[in-house]
């Protein structure tokens, strides 16, 4: 009967939790993107995320993966660091925050970046200027790379488009 009651407590415990978590992801869905509401299964991996479990977000294109780090990366501060191949889009996604949360500071990180453009990004990601991070896969082989990411918290690591990872090596 003891374990029972511990067991129930701690239960009550873990929803409290999410309930509170639930509640300031909503508030920053709605400041930062104007939303009122999350999309099907959104909320339900922003609160694994913030509880500190693994998590798998299968959802279609358009349904709102990238929400599901950027509030928990906004919530949780340290540098969320999202791993993509999708290089054409990283530039759309970091100019894409900026308009629409004015707010979150990000940077991408490719191959295709200039010797300044890539200086820049690394001063501003060890700064603590970029809150999030969209970098190619190739680039965790760099020196400089490793050297950055060594200086900074890194809170959460995202792999977008993870079909690609057997590709990845």
């Not at 509170?20 to 959104?42: K, N, S």
């Not at 900026?98 to 820049?120: C, D, F, Q, V, Y």
């Not at 060890?126 to 050297?147: K, N």
Request: net charge positive; glycine share 10%; proline share 4%.
């Amino acid at each position: 009967a003891v374990v029972q009651l511990l067991r129930d407590a701690a239960e009550r415990a873990r929803q409290a939790r999410a309930a509170e978590c639930g509640g300031r992801a909503r508030a920053a869905l709605q400041e930062l993107f104007g939303y009122p509401t999350f999309r099907a299964g959104q909320l339900e991996i922003i609160q694994a995320v913030m509880a500190g479990r693994d998590c798998l977000g299968v959802m279609p294109t358009g349904a709102g993966k990238s929400v599901t780090y950027q509030i928990p990366a906004r919530l949780l501060g340290g540098t969320t660091l999202v791993v993509s191949p999708l290089i054409a889009l990283m530039k759309d996604q970091v100019d894409n925050l900026a308009i629409k949360t004015n707010m979150l500071a990000a940077g991408a990180l490719s191959g295709l970046l200039t010797p300044p453009e890539r200086g820049e990004t690394l001063d501003r990601v060890r700064l603590g200027q970029a809150a999030i991070l969209l970098i190619s896969p190739e680039q965790l082989r760099s020196v400089s790379v490793r050297g950055v990411l060594k200086q900074r918290e890194v809170g959460l690591w995202v792999l977008d488009e993870a079909h690609c990872v057997s590709k990845w090596g």
